[in-house]
């Protein structure tokens, strides 16, 4: 089921950067006009409760408790984040600098990057006491989410994390295709990945994972740590791995978590039948 996306008036910016924002959206969005016919029972609702569900929320903001981090994929562009900071948007608040979106498009280092966003965040943060924020992160960003996690001295600290299609348990294609040092850190069973499993251990953030099946690039099955089961749909007949951040119903979960609103998703999960 396709939805509307916002209106060009809806989103921030002057009019060259709306237009942009507007195209953005558009781009992510073709995916998921062609989703997969598989349901999961712990995680559905029928096409008409979902739209019922969704126009709700739009038309009826609400304040966040804390500020969002969005965090982009591997080397994906601007435009997929801003494109996610959107749609949460228009579901949640309706105020965009309730949401700080990142990418890194020309960095293929897993701790560079999370250096990079720490500072950021830092700077941002910079009270006497930690602010709490949640994260929102696209495949490879859950994966710097928590690297920044686990730093306790920082000027803040993460509440939630919920991850899309993260490579959790290392990436599908990452055994094949490796061409910088994020590649080899996502690597199944890679010592960075073992290191992040014995941090998560003793986290006090909450992790929510997310999984697309159909995904080649991670598979959903890679989608959650060691011990977890992530919250699947079936996915879409192409770029499954891409379409998570438009998939309609994983937004509406993560919009009612952020609202503080009964999530969708049961809390025991199936695992996904396939990746």
Known sequence: MHLPEPRLRDLP?????????????????????????????????????????????????????????????WRS???????????????????????????????????????????????????????????????MGGLVARVIAADESASFRVARLFTLGTPHRGAKLA??????????????????????DHRLAHARFELVPYAHLFDRWVGARNSAPPGQTPIWTGGTRFFSHFSITEDRLVLCDIALRLRAETPLARPEQPEPPRD
Not at 51 to 56: D, G, K, N, P, T
Not at 95 to 113: C, M, Q, S
Request: aromatic share 6%; net charge positive; proline share 10%.
């Open 13 to 73: 910016g002057g009019f060259a950067v709306r237009a942009a924002r507007r195209a953005g959206l558009f781009v992510t969005s073709i995916p998921g006009r062609a989703p997969r016919p598989i349901v999961n029972p712990a995680f559905h609702l029928s096409p008409g409760e979902l739209r019922a569900e969704l126009v709700r929320l739009a038309d009826a903001p609400v304040p966040l408790s804390r500020p969002v981090i969005v965090l982009s994929g």
């Open 77 to 139: 562009p601007a435009m997929v984040s801003r494109a996610l900071v959107d749609r949460l948007c228009m579901l949640t608040s309706r105020r965009t600098h309730d949401f700080l979106p990142f990418w890194y498009p020309f960095k293929g280092n897993i701790e560079a990057v999370a250096h990079r966003v720490r500072a950021a965040l830092q700077a941002r943060f910079s009270g006497p006491a930690p602010a709490e924020v949640d994260i929102v992160a696209h495949s």
């Open 175 to 196: 055994r094949g295709i490796t061409i910088d040092a994020a590649g080899r850190a996502m690597r199944p069973g890679s010592d960075f990945l073992a290191e992040l």
